[in-house]
């Protein structure tokens, strides 16, 4: 356990930033699986999908919780995954 007070604050702020860091990550984890899902079915909205997806993942790279490459790589994949299926 933390001896001084500012070890004990430090805990209590890497409490609520991991908090806030899965619930960032777990968002972007789920607009990303409905964008490809909506990719993968065809929808009429996989465009608004992917959209939805990249503003989340601008955001948490915004924030340094997923770094921005990372961030560009995910979206491309999208972009990449509906233009296959759009050719297809």
Partial sequence: ???T???QKEIR???RRRTRNRLVKAKTRT???RAI???ENGEANAVDEIRQAQVELDSAAAKGI???NAAARKKSRLIKRLRQAAAA
Avoid: F
Wanted: no cysteine; proline share 0%; charged share 20%.
């Fill in 31 to 33: 607009v990303t699986r």
């Fill in 37 to 39: 899902r909506a990719i």
């Fill in 13 to 15: 702020k890497n409490v």
């Fill in 5 to 7: 007070a500012s070890a």
């Fill in 1 to 3: 356990m933390a001896n």
């Fill in 66 to 68: 997923i770094h921005k």
